[in-house]
């Protein structure tokens, strides 16, 4: 480490050229400049006092391969090459990364877009400033906002508000044939406030949010509506007995599509104007959800419903499902400390105002049970079914065209392990079945599919020579209509530290694999790979690969021209990663701070 007084002038000033270059336009290829967004203020005031002041860390690298077909390089090229450079300045735990990336006659740049954001914190009070984050209720607002807010949070009492920007405007010149689709500028301010501890409580939210008009050129307005939004939710919990409780969630929103359309005015909604003013392209809706949690000894519940009207909106959302309702139950227990179990089951239905053509039911239900046997065998099964069905609505669903179907899949996975001192054994076994159905009674089963699956896989371990060895096999056999298609794989891995410091890696894996469609094709194919890392100093770090690939058409009717197809690749790859500088925090000793 050198200390202050030895660090030249020139070094700092070099630093600041490189900085300044990274952050230039690219010049040359066909890349272009990307912003990546630096947060400052990750930490409280606290860690950021105690971060380094300054440190400058990097990478650069490179990567070559080479492909070879026995067909032709048609859709790759035979050489690829490309090289990259990273630059990381962190200023007081603020990090600011710079990045170049070219390839083949292509290069891209990457740096840093500063955005503020700091969060300091003083006893029960948390102040947001910049681009931040806080928590909300899950029904009227998940995004973050730029801008300020403040949180009070005590043993039992808690309470915030703030205001800010929600998303940003995007106001590109409507006659550039390039350009971005057209946004308002949204803002948002919203409150809460609640009392009660983890098992018993009551939390209240407002979000206030809408689209500045003024934000957009006028040339846009006839293409994007402004909208406006006024949503209140309430949250809650009560903890009946030790062993029953119940959660409870509601949301109301008020949103206008357009807030240029006409107001409506009647007595009861001109006493809300100041709040929201009530349009004829307004909405109000509801959404929330409501659950109990039995929890006793060996065995856990919980029953659920959560409904969300159509329609169902909020600016603070950035999606949200709604038009449908939900009904749910899950289970689980141990039996004799040994065989976990567990199962659940859910429907969900849409078209809540039957003003849709059709309803859609879904069911969702699974199972699934472990148990050991001695410290040596594990066994998980399981199974796990959906049901799909379609029914009336503002229409009547004709029987010849009616959805109706079902999947169910069945999983078994038993393991055996021995752990000795000088070798290691493990067995993996899998097997599944699924099977998907059209229950419709005038199916024909064109979309009928059956799928068997297995597998097994052994693995040694060599512990005097630190080395593993893997062979594993698979089958699968789907039938679907008329069609019919195997495929299995057979494959063999090995792997391998090598010299004092184990900075010398080998690997190798050689594969075989057959795959029947019945009466249109079959193909046979071998691959191996080879790879091998080295690390020197611990900064030098050297990878190589390579690959053989060997693939057959054994159909008798086979062109032989078509017979063998040979594919080569090979990659060899250098990665340097280097401290550029170091500026420590000043140390309490008497001694010079070091670099």
Known sequence: MMSRQRQPRAYIIYIIMVIAALTAPPFGGTGGAQAQSITLGQNTISNIAKSDPLIITGAIGTQNTYYHSSIGSGYRSPWGNSFYANLNVSVYGISMPFAFYYSNNNSSW?????????????????????????????????????????????????????????????????????????????????????????????D???????????????????????????????????????????????????????????????????????????????????????????????????????????????????????????????????????ISLSASFSGQEDNITRRQLYTTRGFVYNASASTSIGNNISLTAGYSGYRQVQADGKARVYDTTRVDRIMHSVYLSPTYTIDGDQLGHSIALTGN???????????????????????????LDVKPWEMSFTTAYSHQTSKGYKTRYSSDVLSFS????????????????????YNDIRDQQRNLSVGADLSAGYTLAKVHQFSFTAGFNKYSDTNLTADLSSMGTTEINLSLGYNYTFSLLQLGKKKSSPDSPSL
């Open 494 to 513: 090995t792997g391998r530290s090598f010299l004092k410091e184990k900075n010398l890696y080998t690997s190798a894996t050689v594969s075989l694999c």
């Open 204 to 338: 209240m939210f407002l979000l206030r949010a809408y689209d500045k008009i003024s934000s957009v050129d006028a040339r846009w307005h006839d293409q994007i509506n402004p909208q406006d939004n006024v949503a209140v939710a309430l949250k809650g919990g009560l903890g009946l007995t030790r062993w029953l409780s119940l959660r409870g969630n509601l949301a109301w929103s008020t949103f206008s599509s357009d807030k240029r359309a006409q107001r409506v005015h009647t007595t009861e909604l001109d006493r809300w104007d100041k709040v929201f003013e009530a349009r004829y392209t307004s909405l109000m809706r509801i959404a929330g959800d409501i659950n109990a949690t039995l929890m006793l000894k060996g065995f856990s519940a919980n029953i659920f419903y959560r409904m969300v009207q159509p329609d169902y909106t909020t600016l603070g959302l950035y999606y949200t499902s709604n038009n449908y309702q939900s009904l749910g139950i899950n289970a689980s227990t141990t039996l004799f400390k040994r």
């Open 110 to 202: 990457n740096f840093p877009h500063f955005s503020f954001h700091i969060d300091p914190t003083y006893k029960n009070w948390r102040g947001h400033f910049g681009r931040s984050n806080m928590g909300m209720h899950a029904y009227i607002m998940n995004m973050s906002f730029n801008g300020i807010g403040l949180e009070y949070n005590s043993t039992k009492l808690r309470a915030g508000a703030f205001y800010g920007e929600l998303r940003n405007a995007i106001n590109d010149n409507p006659e550039d044939p390039a350009h971005r689709n057209p946004q308002y500028q949204r803002m948002g301010m919203g409150v809460k406030l609640g009392y009660g501890t983890s098992r018993n409580y009551i």
């Open 433 to 459: 079945f699924t099977q998907n159905l059209d229950l419709n009674q005038f199916a024909t089963g064109v979309s009928d599919v059956t799928t068997w699956a297995a597998g097994a896989t052994y693995a």
